[in-house]
């Protein structure tokens, strides 16, 4: 997306601000790669990979690529890579190669080559017309793809505080809300779960097999019309001091502010720290009481035939 690609857009505070995604999720996904006789772990590749905090948890294979259309987050995932080596003494950074360039077009990897794709919060920018035929080529028989985003945040204990960050985040008025400030259609492709990206088994019938969607969204309460939902399993414990920095990381913020400077003058802070301050009192919180947030997550799996 292109917010993350301006000079003004800090990966340092994006990679400590945002969610890590739990073991419990790879481990679905593995064992979905897995279950396929034959499954190989030679080749993981990991689409719009950011600052490469997916991308380092494709451990079990033996050579992993991180594709992403921002330099800059290329470079954070580089340095990730290496980070994390030097932090536990080992060599394992060498199995990490990083590519700048766009999911659509992966012409640097050669036709069934591939084991297993994943994209973590980047699939709803993909253009599926092109990622589905660009998968089933670089795909191995029988290879997988995983692909989820995680929508908009929970505060776990404080349901009542929900409508003030759906009207923040979805709102129509662009001066009091970030709702007209994202890009789209990929902002609303997230919101809605995922549930407009085409089945690939419909796609591509003879190239793909098991396309299934995946719903870690928490009880049918929150969002009925999805088919069936699992319990959250991406949450954070933080304080509301590092809530207002994870606030601070959307890309609607940085376009608001484009839109609006004078908003960041403003004596009782800007937008985000509007909203951040209305949901601390809301909450009865101090700047340094923890707070246990939750994202819902929506997955989708699919299998190369």
């Known amino acids: 997306m292109a917010t993350f690609g301006k000079a003004t857009f800090d990966t340092i505070v994006y990679a400590s601000s945002r969610p890590t995604y739990p073991k419990q999720l790879f481990d679905f996904i593995f064992k979905y790669h897995e279950r396929q006789p034959g499954s190989r772990w030679d080749t993981a590749v990991d689409l719009g990979c950011?600052?490469?905090?997916?991308?380092?948890?494709?451990?079990?294979?033996?050579?992993?690529?991180?594709?992403?259309?921002?330099?800059?987050?290329?470079?954070?995932?580089?340095?990730?890579?290496?980070s994390n080596a030097q932090?536990?003494?080992?060599?394992?950074?060498?199995?990490?190669?990083?590519?700048?360039?766009?999911?659509?077009?992966?012409?640097?990897?050669?036709?069934?080559?591939?084991?297993?794709?994943?994209?973590?919060?980047?699939?709803?920018?993909?253009?599926?017309?092109?990622?589905?035929?660009?998968?089933?080529?670089?795909?191995?028989?029988?290879?997988?793809?995983?692909?989820?985003?995680?929508s908009e945040f929970r505060v776990a204990n404080h349901p009542s505080l929900?409508?003030?960050i759906t009207e923040y985040a979805q709102g129509s008025d662009p001066e009091s809300s970030l709702g007209p400030h994202w890009q789209q259609p990929g902002r609303s492709i997230l919101e809605n779960h995922l549930v407009q990206v085409p089945s690939a088994t419909e796609v591509l019938p003879n190239k793909f097999t098991d396309f299934?969607?995946?719903?870690?969204?928490?009880?049918r309460d929150y969002y009925p019309s999805l088919p069936s939902t699992r319990p959250v399993i991406l949450r954070k414990k933080m304080t509301w001091t590092d809530l207002q920095q994870y606030l601070r990381t959307w890309s609607s913020l940085h376009t608001y502010h484009e839109r609006y400077p004078d908003d960041?003058?403003?004596?009782d802070g800007d937008i985000a720290v509007r909203l951040w301050e209305s949901l601390k009192n809301e909450a009865g919180a101090k700047d340094q009481d923890t707070v246990d947030i939750e994202w819902p997550v929506a997955l989708i799996l699919v299998r190369r035939a």
Do not use: C
């Open 50 to 82: 950011g600052t490469g905090q997916a991308t380092t948890e494709l451990i079990p294979f033996k050579r992993v690529v991180g594709v992403d259309p921002s330099a800059k987050m290329v470079d954070a995932a580089r340095e990730l890579a290496v």
């Open 87 to 150: 932090s536990t003494n080992s060599e394992t950074e060498t199995k990490f190669s990083y590519v700048q360039g766009n999911a659509e077009n992966l012409s640097f990897l050669e036709d069934g080559s591939v084991d297993l794709i994943i994209a973590a919060q980047a699939a709803h920018w993909f253009d599926w017309s092109k990622m589905w035929p660009e998968a089933a080529r670089i795909l191995r028989k029988h290879g997988s793809a995983a692909f989820w985003i995680y």
């Open 162 to 164: 929900t409508p003030l």
């Open 212 to 219: 299934e969607r995946v719903f870690f969204t928490g009880t």
């Open 264 to 267: 960041l003058k403003r004596p």
